[in-house]
């Protein structure tokens, strides 16, 4: 799988999303640093954010965190990922 350029960061948390996902819903992968290798996944939906699963162990209050700053940029995540998809 490759990864896309970084959609954005957040603190420590780097924010984006595999090249080759473009048929699957919208969302985003969160992983600290420079290891990609293990990720956190959100779905990014018109109505909210939803964690899929936190296989890089997140604390939780750094999670909620995370979780609210998507909020506040799912219209800008949904844009980017139509225009890198092209759709």
């Not at 990609?36 to 999670?63: C, Q, Y």
Request: proline fraction near 2%; charged fraction near 30%.
């Amino acid at each position: 799988m490759m990864m896309s350029p970084n959609v954005m960061r957040y603190r420590n948390f780097s924010i984006g999303f595999f090249s080759d996902e473009g048929s699957e819903p919208v969302h985003v992968h969160v992983w600290v640093g420079s290891d990609r290798s293990v990720l956190s996944k959100f779905w990014i939906k018109k109505d909210g954010v939803e964690l899929a699963h936190n296989k890089a162990r997140i604390a939780d209050r750094d999670l909620s965190k995370i979780e609210k700053y998507l909020v506040l940029n799912r219209q800008m995540i949904i844009a980017r990922w139509y225009e890198y998809f092209e759709m």
